[in-house]
């Protein structure tokens, strides 16, 4: 069974630096430090264009989902910032 978005979600709160845009590649270092992923979650994406890995495609899809609402903010080149903490 994969890892689900909730858990990553968590673990950047916890982790992710406060007042300043980080990249893709930092947050997902932070998942990839914080969060006991599954020997599932290793499997190649199967929808994604690329060479994504399944836990990587589930998170950048929870980026873009928390963007949408507001939890965090996103610009165009994968960089990320918590607004409001």
Avoid at 25 to 32: A, D, P, V, W
Wanted: hydrophobic share 40%.
């Amino acid at each position: 069974m994969t890892t689900g978005q909730p858990v990553m979600w968590e673990a950047i709160l916890e982790n992710m630096p406060r007042g300043k845009w980080i990249s893709i590649g930092e947050i997902l270092g932070i998942i990839k430090k914080n969060v006991a992923l599954q020997e599932d979650d290793f499997d190649p994406a199967a929808s994604e264009k690329g060479d994504f890995i399944r836990w990587e495609s589930n998170a950048r899809s929870m980026l873009q989902y928390r963007n949408m609402t507001g939890e965090i903010l996103g610009d165009r080149k994968e960089n990320y910032f918590i607004p409001g903490i």
